[in-house]
């Protein structure tokens, strides 16, 4: 089977608020399998279903993985809330929605994340570094929020404008 297509910005779909979840069906159970194998192919540590084209509150995270085989714990987090906020960190991201651009985020630095896994089951986890900043990114995918909105204006702009000469020279 094909992989799913990572949608890009400036795909409008990007900037839809989620959907929550109010059943596991098979197709959530397929959609969630779809974004790890997703997530591992391009390679990532975390992917959003809006980044997938499906508007529901779901995201894949795997921040322990190395390139190769060994060592997948891939995680998948349904109806995702995040509380608890504590400090304040600065983190060099990148988005597999936002083609060839990195730039320094501020977030919390710990948070505690509460959803429900695949099997309905409650998860609550505190986190912190890494792990914190790509759940964080996450959710704002969930709710049509892309890293670069949380940039300098001026930075965004920047990229914008590389990015519709990128697709324009794509389109020929």
Not at 50 to 68: C, H, K, L, N, Y
Request: aromatic share 4%; glycine share 6%; with cysteine.
């Amino acid at each position: 089977m094909a992989l799913r297509e990572v949608v890009q910005f400036p795909d409008p779909r990007l900037k839809k608020v989620s959907e929550p979840i109010t059943e596991v069906t098979d197709e959530i159970r397929d959609l969630a399998r779809d974004m790890i194998d997703v997530m591992y192919d391009e390679p990532g540590i975390g992917l959003a279903a809006p980044q997938v084209g499906a508007s529901v509150r779901m995201f894949v995270i795997d921040t322990e993985w190395s390139d190769e085989e060994v060592g997948r714990n891939p995680s998948v987090i349904l109806n995702p809330e995040i509380s608890d906020r504590e400090g304040k960190i600065t983190w060099d991201e990148g988005c597999l929605s936002v083609p060839d651009y990195n730039a320094i985020v501020e977030r919390d630095a710990e948070i505690t994340l509460r959803g429900t896994d695949l099997d309905g089951k409650p998860i609550e986890e505190r986190a912190q570094g890494l792990r914190a900043v790509c759940i964080q990114h996450e959710v704002d995918h969930l709710d049509g929020v892309l890293f670069i909105d949380r940039i300098s204006r001026l930075k965004r702009s920047l990229y914008v404008k590389k990015r519709k000469k990128q697709l324009a020279e794509e389109q020929g």
